[in-house]
């Protein structure tokens, strides 16, 4: 057992720290549910900080990053968690920060570490990870590091359940897919609602097995000088009555194995597209970037893991009879693995909910390892809905993304159901406190702490024009809310006048009747204030991983409340600086007949 190796968390310590979360957002959380937009029109600072924007900017840039958190029972009884007990304004800006650390999944003691988590799975000891395939040539260094470091996961998930398939909901592009498959073997589904990316997927496919067949002309002839060289310096040896050192004999291995090197499988597969209930909604990875172009050098290396080695040849009559019946079984699921089954990968078209027969989808359905990579709102949920109802899903490796898609159930009456599931909260014990957190503060969540600590800071100057603009809204056009969005008329501006006039027109609104004196008016009267936004933005990022942890927390509790569910937790797989949303939630099913 996994707890066994590894200990567990137990679901009255989740509980434990989502109460301590749920106290300390229960004074904070009014800060990440301010809208950037009517920070000047709502006096969005006065209203919630009673300390100046200099002294909340020098506190937080002079932050020690490395100093430890106080406990929140430590703090001052004039104040809780840095903000007045009458007032409830923010007055204790150095409280403040303390308590949000201590409020965030690293400072919780509730993860995993990635090391001990692999050295659970594998046994006790960490395996190889040299493998021959590269990334960086066809993914960028985000994705890179991001499908490295999962896929190893993945893959040891899959040992320890002992099971080959995979399933990869809102796969995108499908390259975690393609390096599961390749690199370790496995046979992989990647679901993605976007018919564009299964069709793109679908190329690599394509691709993948013209550089294969290439990859093995230009194998043989290496490997064959390979062993002849070595079977050169085995015979000198054997001549001057010499012994051969350790590595020439591991060397001697991998010839013997090299020269039993049969041609790749078949990895071309024709294209599969299943629509399922209703349109077309993406859950596909938010954060990928489409890096990849026509003859990438991705697909000139190929893992030897694709290449299967026969078994050695035996005498028949030598065979027992349940080693000849074994053999049999083995060769007829050979046989339909290659009928049946082309691909290593692939590629699906379909809209993934939680109540999805995934038995429509895939045909040869059979024990599997399910996992997603940033996917999008909902759907991080839906992963794990399906994991725990479908008995052939044995573990679930899940990392979300885009919190503010999330659908809300006790932020009512801003949405409607669904289908009867929500996306937060996900566990019987928050649904029972009716908690929310609103859509502004799951999109501060998104914010990324440990850039900005290290100077990738926040778009204040677009933030500031649109909220200077919001006030021109009110005072010029009677307009508090509009339908119509400004979208990225900032990047496309010349200047503060200029930016006004373009989001005017994209308004459909009459912009003539403001001269450009006026609007540069508005510019000089709010400049000086613009620290105040500068500042209260940077108290939003402070709070983004302790709301991000109160969802994930929900999710890991979620998963201790079923009873098929024998050991879950959460663990952080990625750099945060390459790729800021790094936490997965991993779960194993109660597995029988288990060697473990």
């Known amino acids: 057992m996994l707890s066994s190796l590894i200990g567990d968390i137990s679901i009255e310590t989740v509980r434990n720290k989502l109460d301590a979360i749920q106290r300390f957002l229960s004074a904070s959380l009014r800060i990440s549910n301010a809208h950037t937009v009517d920070f000047y029109t709502e006096d969005v600072w006065n209203e919630f900080v009673a300390v100046p924007p200099e002294s909340v900017l020098a506190v937080i840039t002079g932050c020690n990053q490395q100093t430890a958190p106080v406990p929140v029972e430590e703090e001052s009884s004039l104040c809780f968690c840095g903000f007045g007990d009458d007032s409830l304004k923010l007055v204790d800006v150095a409280s403040f920060l303390q308590a949000a650390k201590a409020h965030s999944l690293p400072h919780l003691q509730v993860c995993t570490s990635l090391e001990d988590l692999l050295q659970g799975l594998q046994g006790g000891g960490r395996e190889s990870t040299d493998k021959a395939l590269g990334t960086d040539d066809f993914m960028n260094d985000k994705k890179s590091h991001e499908v490295k470091v999962m896929s190893e996961l993945v893959a040891s998930l899959a040992k320890y359940c002992n099971i080959q398939q995979v399933i990869d909901l809102g796969s995108g592009k499908g390259y975690l ?24 997927a679908n190329e690599r496919n394509r691709k993948l097995k013209r550089y294969s067949k290439a990859y093995q002309r230009t194998r043989e002839p290496m490997i064959q000088e390979t062993v002849s060289e070595i079977q050169e310096d085995h015979s000198s040896m054997n001549e001057a009555g ?6 020439v004999q591991e060397l001697l291995v991998l010839m013997d194995k090299a020269a039993l090197d049969g041609p ?64 049999k079984q083995e060769n007829l699921k050979r046989k339909s693995k290659t009928r049946c089954d082309s691909s290593l990968y692939s590629p699906l078209t379909s809209y993934v909910t939680a109540k999805t027969e995934l038995q429509e989808i895939i045909s040869d359905m059979e024990d599997s390892v399910m996992v997603g990579l940033h996917t999008c709102g909902d759907l991080a949920s839906s992963t794990l809905r399906i994991f725990t109802a479908k008995p052939e899903l044995k573990a679930v490796c899940s990392v979300g993304c885009c919190y503010h898609l999330l659908s809300e159930e006790f932020d009512c009456p801003r949405q409607e159901s669904p289908n009867g599931i929500w996306g937060f909260p996900m566990s019987q014990y928050m649904k029972q406190q009716k908690w929310n957190c609103g859509r502004n503060a799951r999109m501060s969540a998104c914010l990324a702490l440990e850039r900005v600590a290290v100077g990738q800071g926040l778009p204040t100057q677009s933030l500031f024009y649109r909220a200077v603009l919001h006030v021109i809204l009110k005072e010029h056009y009677g307009a508090i809310k509009s339908e119509k969005r400004v979208g990225n008329v900032y990047s496309k501006a010349a200047s503060f006048v200029d930016y006004i006039r373009k989001a005017l ?29 500068e500042a209260f933005n940077m108290l939003k990022v402070v709070l983004a991983p302790c709301i991000e942890g109160l969802i994930l927390l929900d999710r890991l509790c979620y998963l201790k409340e079923q009873e098929n569910t024998s050991w879950s937790t959460l663990v952080k797989l990625f750099d945060p600086l390459k790729s800021p949303r790094c936490y997965a939630v991993v779960g194993v099913k109660r597995l029988l007949n288990s060697i473990h």
């Open 177 to 200: 897919c393609s390096f599961l498959s390749m690199e370790y073997s496995l046979k992989v589904y990647g679901i993605d609602s976007s018919s564009t990316n299964t069709h793109g």
């Open 242 to 247: 010499l012994t051969p050192s350790e590595k």
């Open 505 to 533: 027109k994209k308004l459909g609104l009459d912009e003539s009747k403001l001269p450009d004196s006026l609007i540069q008016d508005y510019y000089d009267k709010y400049k000086p204030r613009m620290n105040e936004m």
């Open 264 to 327: 790749a499988s078949s990895l071309d597969s024709p294209e599969h597209t299943v629509k399922v209930g209703g349109e077309n909604i993406t859950g596909a990875q938010s954060e990928t970037e489409d890096l990849e172009a026509d003859g990438s050098p991705f697909f000139g290396i190929l893992s030897s893991e694709v290449v299967e080695l026969p078994t050695p040849r035996k005498n028949p009559a030598e065979l027992s009879s349940e080693e000849k019946e074994r053999r």
